[in-house]
Nanobody
Framework: QVQLVESGGGLVQAGGSLRLSCAAS????????MGWYRQGPGKQRELVAV???????NYADSVKDRFTISRDNAKNTVYLQMNDLKPEDTAVYYC??????????WGQGTQVTVSS
């Protein structure tokens, strides 16, 4: 089993910044990529950013140049630095652990609310 604990969400004004963290524990020896997804009100869950164990990254077009994903392999933790936040970034943000065998685990989600 894998446990993911997210933190760092909250309420921020447009133009502000937040940093999300997700710590993985449990059977994570073969953990490959970790990512952040979000689900806004009335919307489907979508990819925000993903990072592999080797450090390769991929971002949604809507967050490029504003968000930065990083990871500390020693701490099994992934971070999402979010700058220049916009009201449309309001969503529940979920951490995802991705394994080579296709098995995935999700965190419980953390709310990010951006006021205009």
């Amino acid at each position: 089993q894998v446990q993911l604990v997210e933190s760092g969400g909250g309420l921020v004004q447009a133009g502000g910044s937040l940093r999300l963290s997700c710590a993985a524990s449990g059977s994570i020896l073969r953990l490959n990529a970790m990512g952040w997804y979000r689900q806004g009100p009335g919307k489907q869950r979508e990819l925000v950013a993903v990072i592999t164990r080797g450090g390769s990254t991929n971002y949604a077009d809507s967050v490029k140049d504003r968000f930065t994903i990083s990871r500390d392999n020693a701490k099994n933790t992934v971070y999402l630095q979010m700058n220049d936040l916009k009201p449309e970034d309001t969503a529940v943000y979920y951490c995802k652990a991705i394994f080579p065998n296709g098995l995935n685990y999700w965190g419980q989600g953390t709310q990010v609310t951006v006021s205009s």
